[in-house]
């Protein structure tokens, strides 16, 4: 399992507007500018998070994102399942219910059933607000934190 760049980029998207007021409409120029990502790719990105209703966006002047919910209600594997094709370490898991000719014998798989259900619990324990928290204590000691 890798996590994409869109996964990644989500997540800084995702942590730059928890660390700004909930109410205002952040333009995606200056979110892009905070997080030297290009404009173009962030708007496919929070197209997706749009899409899921995990931001809310307006147009035009004074127009922005921002998030629908405080970023406590915002894990990060939610927000990785949005933008990742799977999180599963094998393809095998990737589809529900597993369609391996090879399931009923295979003598991995539930090593990979544990790796897969440690990789979600993982992700589902860390929060975006976690994840601001975090940024901004390492902001204020050492410099910025990359995703």
Known sequence: MMISTKGRYALRVMIDLAEHDRLTFIPLKDIAKRQGISEKYLESIVKILTQ???????????????????????????????????????????????????TSECRTLPMWQDLYKLIDDFFEGITVADLARQTAVENKNSGPLSL
């Open 52 to 102: 899921a209703g995990i931001l809310e966006g307006v147009r035009g002047k004074g127009g922005g994102y921002r998030l629908t919910q405080e970023p406590e209600h915002y894990t990060v594997g939610s927000i990785l399942k949005l933008t990742e094709v799977s999180l599963a370490p094998v393809d095998c898991l990737r589809c529900e219910p597993n369609v391996c000719p090879r």
